[in-house]
């Protein structure tokens, strides 16, 4: 079954199940920032945050996103759509400062410091909610923020990180980036599925074919949605049709799924992790693949694209051990 299925009719059960109301609905989430601290470097970082739009205007809705607060005081009407709280100061300020009123209000408090006479810091992970850490950075710059600031301010607003970017378009690279690795998991999470069914004795023998197919199916699935998140991210409206202007993205991870299925066939024990490897691999070069053409216009090249592949592969197949590691230890 799996083996009939050319790229057109793949293309066609996938499209059946992409939810496209649902690209709407996510680019329409609301959040806010809370901004706070020194005057001059909030007026820089929302300049910054709020800069890329079309004919440089400033939609109303992004503007309303970032919200300037006092931080001894914060007056926030609904802190509902509240997803992180940002206190910019200069070396020294974060000593004196007192963030007993925004912990009440359960995020991540972001202290950026600007210090050029520092070397760039940070935590490994986003503060937690109602928690405070500090990220020191030479300026308020989209390279000198690009780091972790910008990574774990997205990995703070699980959820609506599409219209983070659909309306902070200096966030995009690092929203697809995170759209990404997520998409990625789940590949993952469903070649591995398929994988461990194809080897269960019986089970296999029966479902071993429309396994192969499903989950080809549902990685192809993941890969389109994530196509039409990103583009979503990017300002661009859903439109199914346009995926095919992407197709040559996608083709590559056709042709590994392809290639996983054969090595889990011929090496039964590393078949499995080989199979979620490729499928976690391969969607990461779909997600980077159409971030670089919505950056610059183009298709990535072969070598690039492979250089992706290649770079995230590695990681791929120790993640995918240590699952059906894990898997084989609970089942025992």
Known sequence: MASALGARDLFKLVRNGIDVKTVHANVRKPFRYLLCGDPSLIAQLRALLLSGHDDDSVPLDAAACLETIAASAPLVTDPRDVRAVVFLGRSGDLNGAIFDGLATLRVPIFALTVD????????????????????????????????????????????????????????????????????????????????????????????????????????????????????????????????????????????????????????????????????????????????????????MSKADALKSYERTKGEAMRFARDLVIKFRKRES
Do not use: C
């Not at 937690?128 to 607003?157: C, M, N, Q, W």
């Not at 980036?177 to 789940?186: I, M, P, Q, Y």
């Not at 197919?213 to 979503?232: K, R, S, Y």
């Open 116 to 299: 050029e006479s520092s070397e760039p810091s940070g935590p490994s992970v986003h503060p937690a909610p109602g928690i405070h850490a500090e990220y020191v950075v030479h300026a308020i710059s989209k390279e000198a923020l690009r780091g972790r600031f910008f990574v774990h301010l997205v990995d703070a607003s699980k959820g609506v990180e599409i219209a983070v970017g659909r309306r902070l378009p200096v966030l995009r690279e690092t929203v697809a980036a995170k759209l990404t690795r997520d998409a990625a998991n789940n590949a993952l999470k469903v070649a591995l599925a398929s994988a461990l069914v194809d080897h269960i004795p019986v089970v296999g023998l029966v479902l071993g074919a429309f396994a192969s197919a499903g989950d080809m199916v549902a990685i192809t699935g993941i890969q389109m949605m994530l196509l039409l998140h990103i583009e979503a991210a990017y300002g661009r409206d859903p439109d199914v049709q346009r995926m095919w202007q992407l197709l040559p993205v996608i083709g590559g991870g056709f042709g590994w799924r392809t290639l996983a299925r054969e090595l889990a066939g011929f090496v039964p024990v590393a078949g499995v992790a080989i199979k979620g490897a490729i499928a976690y691999a391969g969607t990461i070069v779909v997600g980077e693949g159409v971030t670089f053409f919505l950056e610059h216009g183009k298709h």
